[in-house]
Antibody, heavy 119, light 106 residues
Framework: QVQLVQSGAEVKKPGASVKVSCKASGYTFTSYDIIWVRQATGQGLEWMGWMNANSGNTGYAQKFQGRLTMTRSTSITTAYMELSGLRSEDTAVYYC????????????WGQGTLVSVSS | SYELTQPPSVSVSPGQTASITCSGDKLGDKYACWYQQRPGQSPVLVIYQDTKRPSGIPERFSGSNSGNTATLTISGTQAMDEADYYC?????????FGTGTKVTVL
């Protein structure tokens, strides 16, 4: 079955970087986008950006420009999200999801990765 | 930046109909999707391209989108439908999520 499995929880200090992985299986990895969304505790879903898994082209939300990098390894069907310059406000659960065609939505989602930023 | 606004909460009795609205400028000119998120779980796509249900999503979930408002309707609401619901659309190659609605089945 189609699934995305993310790496485990991370604890980071302010100013550090975090890299979260998203391992895809059950479909042709390069035929779809991967998107990243985060959710702080008790808050809503926040769009971070998208990556075309074939070309590697990316599009980041303005808020994260300069701090966010999305990459992938097609050989191991894994996408990565790296966020630098971490601050306490970046504490959240980070989700990857498969991006279907425009308007068709995101399905499935990974299980989420908790990133905690604390001194 | 583009914004999608939802009511914070909706309450519904079991077996009744719940309607959740999502408002945005000329939203009807875009495709809307809806996601269900149960407590402690990842979001699940329940409606895409305004009205379509992915396989495995019950028929009681339906959607519409016109003008400035998209609507998710849950007919014959069940206790298992208690969750947060988020609308989503694309604007200038950026994904936008609604503010989220908590559906409580009383």
């Amino acid at each position: 079955q189609v699934q995305l499995v993310q790496s485990g929880a991370e604890v980071k200090k302010p100013g550090a970087s975090v890299k979260v992985s998203c391992k895809a299986s059950g479909y042709t990895f390069t035929s779809y986008d991967i998107i990243w969304v985060r959710q702080a505790t008790g808050q809503g879903l926040e769009w971070m950006g998208w990556m075309n898994a074939n070309s590697g082209n990316t599009g980041y939300a303005q808020k994260f420009q300069g701090r966010l990098t999305m990459t992938r390894s097609t050989s191991i069907t894994t996408a990565y999200m790296e966020l630098s310059g971490l601050r306490s406000e970046d504490t959240a659960v980070y989700y990857c999801a498969r991006g279907l065609a425009a308007g068709v939505g995101f399905d499935p989602w990974g299980q989420g990765t908790l990133v905690s930023v604390s001194s | 930046s583009y914004e999608l606004t939802q009511p914070p909460s909706v309450s519904v009795s079991p077996g009744q109909t719940a309607s959740i609205t999502c408002s945005g400028d000329k939203l009807g000119d875009k495709y809307a999707c809806w996601y269900q998120q149960r407590p402690g779980q990842s979001p699940v796509l329940v409606i895409y391209q305004d009205t379509k249900r992915p396989s495995g999503i019950p028929e009681r979930f339906s959607g519409s989108n016109s003008g400035n408002t998209a609507t998710l309707t849950i007919s014959g609401t069940q206790a298992m439908d208690e969750a947060d619901y988020y609308c989503q659309a694309w604007d200038s190659s950026t994904g936008v999520f609604g503010t989220g609605t908590k559906v409580t089945v009383l």
